[in-house]
């Protein structure tokens, strides 16, 4: 059964599937009024001085692929429109750069300020973890009405410590945008 994460819960990823190699992080959103919302799954991957190694280390859906393919994002959704993950990441630990020590995933509304769009119009929204292989999901993680007033929200980080990859469910909100968690990690 899939563990279910609240704020500030963390999880030894590795230690609880030891066979888990490759995972698809999905991000589902469904809308609570006629309003449609655009929602952005964006990962971040950080070397041990918590900056990109190179800015193709940020994947988004302009940027569909890390440079040592260990990560590809399966491409823009902008309606969240149908049931299941709305956006999607796969990752193939195994493939990942030697230098990366974290994933930082955040999610955040395309042009939010533009549009007045925050996370309160959304119905429900989460992020899980699913083993790519048999699909099966890991974890999961719901965003709560903490994030009412929010456009964008560091969900989760992934860090390699010394006994595996740890998942920790940060749930960070903020209004700065996706610039703005470039501007802090470039
Ligand atoms: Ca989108
Ligand atoms: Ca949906």
Do not use: C
Not at 26 to 49: H, P, Q, R, Y
Not at 70 to 75: D, F, K, P, W
Not at 86 to 115: C, F, G, P
């Amino acid at each position: 059964m899939a563990i279910s994460l609240n704020k500030g819960g963390a999880f030894n990823l590795t230690k609880k599937e030891p066979s888990l190699k490759k995972i698809i992080i999905g991000l589902g959103w469904e809308m609570k009024t006629e309003n449609i919302l655009d929602l952005d799954a964006s990962v971040f991957l950080l070397g041990n001085n918590g900056k990109l190694p190179a800015e193709e280390y940020f994947v988004f859906y302009n940027n569909l692929k890390s440079p040592d393919s260990s990560v590809q994002h399966t491409g823009d959704n902008r309606t969240g429109a149908g049931d299941g993950d709305d956006e999607m990441i796969l990752a193939n630990l195994t493939l990942i750069n030697s230098a990366i020590k974290e994933i930082i995933i955040v999610v955040s509304i395309h042009e939010a300020s533009v549009r007045r769009h925050k996370f309160g119009l959304l119905k429900d929204a989460y992020v899980r973890i699913l083993d790519e292989e048999t699909k099966r999901e890991v974890l999961r993680y719901d965003l709560d009405a903490e994030f009412n007033d929010d456009t964008d929200v560091e969900f989760g980080r992934l860090r390699l410590e010394e006994d595996g990859w740890h998942f920790i469910a940060s749930g960070i909100g903020s209004n700065m945008g996706l610039g703005g968690y470039v501007d802090m990690y470039a």
